[in-house]
Nanobody, 126 residues
Framework: QVQLVESGGGLVQAGGSLRLSCAAS????????MAWFRQAPGKERSFVTT????????YSADSVKGRFTASRDNASNTAFLQMDDLKPEDTAVYYC???????????????????WGQGTQVTVSS
């Protein structure tokens, strides 16, 4: 059974940085796609960024390009989301998600992801 556990959320001022972690367990993730989504109050969950575990390829939403960076550590089976230059509109619950394969056409589709973490709150004050 795959488990994803996020950590690293918190309160930060605008312009600050946070690094989220997603500890993955339950199997080998070499062929997996990992992703980060977020959900702000009153809004639908939306795509942030995806990472192909095998080679570290990433693709991000336009709203976070140049500010957020996804990465992974093979030794610890942990995915990271480095968030820099945070803005109040980045305030949301952030979720990591995973699925067993990579298909570029579906990386932003919420329903294509099989496994989800519990979420971690990120609050950016102005």
């Amino acid at each position: 059974q795959v488990q994803l556990v996020e950590s690293g959320g918190g309160l930060v001022q605008a312009g600050g940085s946070l690094r989220l972690s997603c500890a993955a367990s339950g199997r080998t993730f070499g062929t997996f796609t990992m992703a980060w989504f977020r959900q702000a109050p009153g809004k639908e969950r939306s795509f942030v960024t995806t990472l192909r575990w095998s080679d570290g390829y990433t693709y991000s939403a336009d709203s976070v390009k140049g500010r957020f960076t996804a990465s992974r550590d093979n030794a610890s089976n942990t995915a990271f989301l480095q968030m820099d230059d945070l803005k109040p509109e980045d305030t949301a619950v952030y979720y990591c998600a995973a699925k067993p394969a990579f298909h570029r056409a579906t990386v932003e589709w919420i329903k294509s992801y099989t496994y989800w973490g519990q979420g971690t709150q990120v609050t950016v004050s102005s």
